[in-house]
């Protein structure tokens, strides 16, 4: 097969199957469209309705006079197979089908599905779904589901999700972390559109850095296999898949009609494709946003610094048990931190820098130190402090060092940032390092993502 | 050893020997004990101050005229001992020691560690840190550390953590994590005062009814694997426990002079006597809010109930990996959600009711089944759906069912809920579920936390 039709991402005229007045994605997918600017090239279809928001509502597809690009299909089960026949006489090259009912739900909803799969066999159509939301794509300004697209950061991190509710929920929860994605497709029973397409196409996109995959199970093994390893020797693709219990398959199987296989599979399967592997939803994203902004990790030489020993000590921990290493630091570094340092402070690696104010000195000589090939950073800081230094109208560079400056001075080498604590200082913390040294949720997975940086390297390395 | 000193968590006249002018804990807890009340009971100690937020400063806390209850002590380490031989001499039973710089930082601090606790060895004063920020107590509205006491709810969680960074930390961001604190020790290098001292005050506390344990290291293995014992027939104690690497070990002997020796050993000691241990700082504090909140749960027989599939796999899968089984659910609940179901909903537990609106009767349902001892969740909901829900001036119960009547009418079973989505849904579902289905930040934590409420119910039932 080949690459999908570039109608899906950026469709000029769509088609909403389905519009409706009542309340719902019938008329809140026609509403947001018209929103975004689609006005004079939105065709909406429903034989018992007459007009919507003020638009002709036509009595099918084909009755629109104009080429159509894209087709949005939210009509009941039932009606899906002649309105795909209507859209294959029209020509309509792409297809998203969000109407439920089908293989997830037992024999007779696979039968139907099998059905239009049958029917768009030799046709140029491709279709997405059935059960799904489709697809969003901020850099286009293109959603066919109901999210708050104007929130949502257009950025290089592709999301690949199985089910509409989960990308629905992705979409909403994106802004919040800060999270700037290429675009995100949900995929649902995939009767013709399946995973591994829309890995050739996020490989093959030019707005894409990173591949993000949440799958209860691949549709088609082989295939799949084949593109996560074409797609890996391009992007790094991080994966979480569910169905990892006989429970959960039984689960998955009812929900989108996956079979999730076996798991043990899976894992042999994802290593030698040098994809990550995360073990949670919000680890799979956190992962995202680190490769989606920090340089890969050339080794496993690690250097930690922190205003908290106990959360030092917690990433160190973490970091060794996924196979890093904690070198001494040059002697340079050295004697940089310790001709600043109180008598207290044991400088060493990793470097607990206390109250001492050297938490940027430290993270500079880290980062310098050429034993030194990915570094923690974890800056912590007590409301009250931070609020005694923002009453004197200064920031939390005065803590940090000018991490701006540092990023762009040296590039070279991933930092992993994790901070907690009360609201004034995590929220100034987000803000002004986030950008620069990308945060995460908990010590263990700024360690887990330095270790995932550095195998993805060696993956590319060894994969040329 | 004997309980601890009431003084330390409820005194009515305080001394902060060390109080200064100049910004930091030397200013700060001065002006934060006045803003708290303790006006006329509060004595500043410094030599070389005379006047500092309009009290009087005393040369030595023996020239206080009245007697005082509490010392919090922020000296310079050289001066301590002097200190700690005038409170003796004031006849003042607790000692808060926060200054830093003994044990710690090598063999001439750990000198004079010794020293002073030989100093007190058969005196009547106790002495928590040093290199601590002492305790937090929201009942008692008394502090020891600058922090903004008034946005910590007083609750059940008694807290005890090893360094004062983080205790500090903790206090910072209870507040935004709905964790309602009992009290919170920080216990530092513990040259007198020690874990098993305050999980046995834990044990005893009233106002505590679970106890989260932050360590890198026990002070005295067998008096602490005693301790854990005795407070854990009594009320259930959460660890994290760092120092787990060789690495981490290293780090946290220079950060709290802690010996952490080796994780193995732990593992089985804390199993043996029922110490539920968390993988993570944040799932610590989760676990806790859940045993804060929820009745134990009685067998391993779990319900899930949820609105998007993909979460309800996660929850199921990770369950399972805990142990956790999925009975089939009983005829009368079957029929009582099938009643109700759309053709397309598959009535079986995992529960995934999808858009059906079904989320409320089936986990009505899943309370009400006998086979089911413990529920998981997952109201997730479209912020698209829950605006057009509120702009009808309808609340997340049209969606969830009336949680707080639910939890009312059946208050046996637990059950953990997680959601994820836009910020007006989960702010939304924080504010009416949160306080009676404890929230938790991921479908994994949910999954270990019924395994843990189960865990703990065996482990009493088993040592009476």
Known sequence: ?????????????????????????????????????????????????????????YRRVTDIPDPVDLAIVIVPRD????????????NIHAVILETAGFSETGPEGARMEREIADLIKDEPVRIIGPNCVGLINPHGRFTSTEVALEDITPGNIGVIAQSGVFGSIVADWAPGQDLAVSSLVTIGNRLDVDEADVLYHF???????????????AKDGRRFRKALGEASRRKPVLLYKSGRTEVGRRAAASHTGSMSGVDGL?????????????????????????????????????????????????????????????????????????????????????????????FGPGLEGLLRDSRIQGVIAIPVVPDSTMRLIADRGMGPDVLTGDVEALRRLLPDKPVVTYTVGGAFWTSLARKTIGPHFTMVRSAETAAKALWALHRYYRFRRDNP
């Not at 002649?82 to 029209?90: G, L, M, P, R, W």
């Open 266 to 358: 899976y894992e042999g399967l994802l290593k030698q494709a040098g994809v990550i592997r995360a073990s949670s939803f919000q680890e799979l994203f956190d992962l995202a946003r680190v490769f989606s902004r920090q340089p890969l990790m050339k080794g496993t030489d690690t250097g930690i610094v922190s205003t908290s020993g106990s959360l030092g000590v917690m990433a160190a921990d973490a970091a060794v048990q996924w196979g890093l290493r904690f070198p001494d630091l040059s002697p340079g570094t050295l004697e940089m931190i310790e001709r600043q340092a109180p008598a207290w402070m044991n400088v060493k690696n990793p470097l607990d820098v206390g109250p001492s104010g050297l």
């Open 1 to 57: 097969m080949g690459a999908l039709p570039r109608e899906f991402f950026n469709p000029r005229s769509v088609a909403v199957i389905g519009a409706t007045r009542k309340p719902g994605f019938g008329s809140g997918i026609p509403r947001l469209l018209k929103r975004l600017g689609y006005t004079d090239h939105l065709y909406l279809v429903n034989p018992r309705e007459h007009e919507i928001e003020g638009l002709p509502v």
């Open 79 to 90: 009606h899906a197979r002649s309105v795909i026949e209507d859209c294959i006489a029209k």
């Open 203 to 217: 490989a093959q996109d030019a707005t894409t850095d990173v591949i993000v995959l949440y799958l209860e199970g």
